[in-house]
């Protein structure tokens, strides 16, 4: 009898978390548990739940017959695809892709079914907030602080004012300092409330500092344009003037007739007779500059690290943060809100196993950190690269490259993909573009789930609910500008730029320092990748575990996760289990994706959770309120 364990692996669809069961057949795989069979001639079914409307409730079966693996269509709506090709009946080789819904499954056993580890993470570094692969996860610098009280389930105030530390209070507190914070702080700003009564605590003074240091280190420079909506305006709550009709008119003053015309036909025409319009990343930078002063940030922002959250004995809310080493305080607020962004970016195991035993990270770099040394190396000398991850990123990094060949053209680009993409995801009858293996959508949600249809969907399912909306609207997709797509043609066409499908089984380093990526080939055995360069380029990571500020709050409150391990919020991203009091917290951007808003890390998401929780705070500005505030922006007054 042969070995009749089977190793599965896929990317979930909304997040890109790697999923990798070592299962015995059979192996029944379906939309609800409880039609899936529990037993079939006598052995028990390894059962697995897809949570996607394009998967049907018992959809397919693998089982051993004839002394082979073979997946069964059980009738499904959307049937099953083997390497691209839709079957009803087919016989497994190893190293397969089996496409169900929008979940593309890589199928091996024998030797090569070698159970690998999670994706690892890479904390910030405390001192530059940047990407640090060495660090562990950040423990606070004094064990003593905070305090003992800090063990109890509410803090008494008097307890805080025992230490003798400095205790200062303030009725709205912002934590992270952030784009999250900041808008959410023009918001309150624009609503009325004095820069007094707030404080917003972080590690950088300018609120867009770590976005901006990501967009430059994955290679996008300020004069590129960001995946952002005209109307997605972090300085603008209201949307008007977009930043297409702003940079329209600095062309029109400039004698640019032709640019200026052409940025307002893109919105007009956008997706469907124009490409879509985007910001460039300085004018976002240069527009928040402006508000920045306007709402009188300077006064708001404090510089500090914070260490603990807790519920004060009468009713608000108290954090423990450090200002610099050694020196501690507290604060205390009635109202808090919490926008920690992403406190770690994923780097595939494989490449830290790799930088991990040959302490190189020089070679295999993570496409957020900074590592143009890479594109200088390579304008001087030459050589290969190769890619992880297809995202919009690796889009990005594909076209420095291709800038770089412009003074070096003896540079090959190798990218590497788990699987093939013969198709893109599916949602009722509409389904996203694929060329080249790249699923293609302006955005990294359909625009829908912004303030259309979608939205409203997403805010009145269930979390079961949610969960498949998510993963049918999911997935990694990368923005379908013509001049990429121009490059990718150009690059397959002239043989430079080459696509290769496999799981990875090791990565090493040779005599002559190249890298040697080791994959187990889809359908065709073992093979090599040599290069001088590996860039990882899949992505973040915001899940409650990777944040220790966020795993000690849910710990010490036993708060609730969702599925994706995010902060659970009601819909007005309130985190209703932390009620103190008349005390309210809320959250916002991607520690709350799979709550009711599926955009969450987009400046239109960021505004669009500013204004639920704002209103359920100080109410609406009303009509002639916000035409007043709105008036003054235009003016650049004070709110």
């Given at each position: 009898?042969?070995?009749?364990?089977?190793?599965?692996?896929?990317?979930?669809?909304?997040?890109?978390?790697?999923?990798?069961?070592?299962?015995?057949?059979?192996?029944?795989?379906?939309?609800?548990?409880?039609?899936?069979?529990?037993?079939?001639?006598?052995?028990?079914?390894?059962?697995?739940?897809?949570?996607?409307?394009?998967?049907?409730?018992?959809?397919?079966?693998?089982?051993?017959?004839?002394?082979?693996?073979?997946?069964?269509?059980?009738?499904?709506?959307?049937?099953?695809?083997?390497?691209?090709?839709?079957?009803?009946?087919?016989?497994?080789?190893?190293?397969?892709?089996?496409?169900?819904?929008?979940?593309?499954?890589?199928?091996?056993?024998?030797?090569?079914?070698?159970?690998?580890?999670?994706?690892?993470?890479?904390?910030?570094?405390?001192?530059?907030?940047?990407?640090?692969?060495?660090?562990?996860?950040?423990?606070?610098?004094?064990?003593?602080?905070?305090?003992?009280?800090?063990?109890?389930?509410?803090?008494?105030?008097?307890?805080?004012?025992?230490?003798?530390?400095?205790?200062?209070?303030?009725?709205?507190?912002?934590?992270?300092?952030?784009?999250?914070?900041?808008?959410?702080?023009?918001?309150?700003?624009?609503?009325?409330?004095?820069?007094?009564?707030?404080?917003?605590?972080?590690?950088?003074?300018?609120?867009?500092?770590?976005?901006?240091?990501?967009?430059?280190?994955?290679?996008?420079?300020?004069?590129?344009?960001?995946?952002?909506?005209?109307?997605?305006?972090?300085?603008?709550?209201?949307?008007?003037?977009?930043?297409?009709?702003?940079?329209?008119?600095?062309?029109?003053?400039?004698?640019?007739?032709?640019?200026?015309?052409?940025?307002?036909?893109?919105?007009?025409?956008?997706?469907?007779?124009?490409?879509?319009?985007?910001?460039?990343?300085?004018?976002?930078?240069?527009?928040?500059?402006?508000?920045?002063?306007?709402?009188?940030?300077?006064?708001?922002?404090?510089?500090?690290?914070?260490?603990?959250?807790?519920?004060?004995?009468?009713?608000?809310?108290?954090?423990?943060?450090?200002?610099?080493?050694?020196?501690?305080?507290?604060?205390?607020?009635?109202?808090?809100?919490?926008?920690?962004?992403?406190?770690?970016?994923?780097?595939?195991?494989?490449?830290?196993?790799?930088?991990?035993?040959?302490?190189?990270?020089?070679?295999?770099?993570?496409?957020?950190?900074?590592?143009?040394?890479?594109?200088?190396?390579?304008?001087?000398?030459?050589?290969?690269?190769?890619?992880?991850?297809?995202?919009?990123?690796?889009?990005?990094?594909?076209?420095?490259?291709?800038?770089?060949?412009?003074?070096?053209?003896?540079?090959?680009?190798?990218?590497?993909?788990?699987?093939?993409?013969?198709?893109?995801?599916?949602?009722?009858?509409?389904?996203?573009?694929?060329?080249?293996?790249?699923?293609l959508q302006p955005f990294n949600w359909p625009k829908a789930c912004w303030g259309g249809e979608l939205r409203v969907m997403l805010e009145q399912a269930t979390p079961e609910e949610r969960q498949r909306?998510?993963?049918?609207?999911?997935?990694?997709?990368?923005?379908?500008?013509?001049?990429?797509?121009?490059?990718?043609?150009?690059?397959?066409?002239?043989?430079?730029?080459?696509?290769?499908?496999?799981?990875?089984?090791?990565?090493?380093?040779?005599?002559?320092?190249?890298?040697?990526?080791?994959?187990?080939?889809?359908?065709?055995?073992?093979?090599?990748?040599?290069?001088?360069?590996?860039?990882?380029?899949?992505?973040?990571?915001?899940?409650?575990?990777?944040?220790?500020?966020?795993?000690?709050?849910?710990?010490?409150?036993?708060?609730?996760?969702?599925?994706?391990?995010?902060?659970?919020?009601?819909?007005?991203?309130?985190?209703?289990?932390?009620?103190?009091?008349?005390?309210?917290?809320?959250?916002?951007?991607?520690?709350?994706?799979?709550?009711?808003?599926?955009?969450?890390?987009?400046?239109?998401?960021?505004?669009?959770?500013?204004?639920?929780?704002?209103?359920?705070?100080?109410?609406?500005?009303?009509g002639f309120g916000s035409l007043n505030q709105w008036l003054r922006w235009v003016f650049n007054s004070c709110p």
């Amino acid at each position: 009898m042969a070995n009749l364990q089977i190793q599965l692996s896929w990317e979930d669809p909304a997040t890109g978390e790697r999923r990798e069961p070592r299962l015995i057949v059979p192996i029944a795989f379906g939309r609800e548990f409880s039609r899936l069979p529990v037993e079939i001639a006598g052995k028990r079914v390894s059962r697995i739940l897809l949570n996607s409307n394009q998967v049907s409730r018992y959809h397919a079966l693998i089982d051993w017959e004839d002394g082979h693996f073979v997946v069964f269509d059980q009738n499904s709506v959307n049937g099953i695809y083997i390497n691209g090709q839709r079957q009803t009946r087919c016989q497994l080789a190893n190293g397969d892709t089996l496409q169900i819904g929008p979940y593309i499954i890589i199928v091996t056993f024998g030797a090569s079914a070698i159970v690998k580890p999670t994706n690892s993470i890479i904390q910030f570094n405390p001192n530059t907030n940047l990407p640090d692969p060495n660090l562990s996860p950040i423990s606070p610098v004094n064990p003593s602080f905070p305090p003992p009280s800090f063990q109890a389930e509410k803090v008494e105030i008097q307890a805080l004012h025992a230490t003798g530390l400095p205790v200062d209070e303030c009725d709205y507190l912002a934590i992270g300092a952030g784009l999250g914070s900041f808008i959410w702080v023009d918001l309150l700003r624009i609503s009325g409330v004095k820069a007094e009564k707030i404080v917003a605590v972080g590690l950088d003074a300018e609120p867009y500092a770590r976005y901006k240091r990501l967009c430059l280190n994955s290679q996008i420079p300020l004069h590129e344009r960001l995946r952002s909506n005209s109307d997605s305006c972090p300085d603008n709550i209201w949307g008007w003037p977009s930043y297409a009709v702003r940079e329209s008119w600095r062309d029109l003053t400039k004698g640019k007739i032709t640019s200026a015309g052409k940025y307002l036909w893109q919105v007009f025409a956008e997706p469907t007779f124009a490409e879509t319009y985007t910001p460039r990343a300085g004018n976002v930078f240069d527009s928040i500059d402006r508000e920045v002063k306007r709402i009188a940030w300077d006064q708001i922002y404090r510089y500090g690290r914070v260490r603990s959250i807790r519920k004060t004995d009468d009713g608000r809310y108290c954090i423990a943060y450090s200002r610099s080493p050694g020196n501690y305080a507290f604060l205390v607020s009635r109202y808090l809100h919490l926008a920690t962004g992403y406190p770690a970016i994923q780097f595939l195991p494989d490449l830290q196993a790799y930088r991990a035993k040959y302490q190189d990270f020089k070679s295999v770099v993570n496409a957020y950190e900074d590592h143009n040394h890479v594109y200088e190396q390579l304008e001087r000398q030459g050589g290969t690269v190769l890619i992880r991850g297809r995202g919009i990123v690796a889009s990005r990094i594909f076209q420095r490259i291709y800038e770089a060949r412009k003074q070096n053209p003896n540079i090959t680009v190798l990218h590497l993909m788990r699987s093939p993409k013969p198709q893109g995801n599916k949602f009722q009858k509409a389904q996203r573009l694929v060329k080249n293996h790249y699923e293609l959508q302006p955005f990294n949600w359909p625009k829908a789930c912004w303030g259309g249809e979608l939205r409203v969907m997403l805010e009145q399912a269930t979390p079961e609910e949610r969960q498949r909306l998510l993963t049918d609207w999911g997935g990694t997709t990368t923005a379908d500008r013509r001049d990429w797509q121009r490059i990718t043609e150009q690059g397959l066409r002239e043989g430079w730029y080459q696509i290769s499908f496999g799981q990875v089984l090791a990565v090493e380093r040779d005599a002559q320092n190249h890298t040697i990526t080791q994959i187990q080939e889809h359908g065709f055995g073992e093979m090599k990748l040599t290069a001088d360069f590996i860039i990882d380029a899949t992505g973040l990571d915001a899940k409650v575990d990777a944040n220790p500020l966020l795993e000690d709050l849910v710990n010490h409150y036993h708060l609730p996760v969702n599925h994706l391990g995010r902060l659970v919020v009601a819909n007005n991203f309130e985190l209703v289990e932390m009620r103190s009091g008349k005390g309210k917290m809320f959250a916002a951007g991607a520690i709350t994706l799979g709550g009711p808003y599926a955009a969450v890390d987009s400046f239109l998401g960021l505004q669009y959770a500013a204004l639920a929780s704002v209103e359920a705070l100080v109410g609406g500005l009303g009509g002639f309120g916000s035409l007043n505030q709105w008036l003054r922006w235009v003016f650049n007054s004070c709110p």
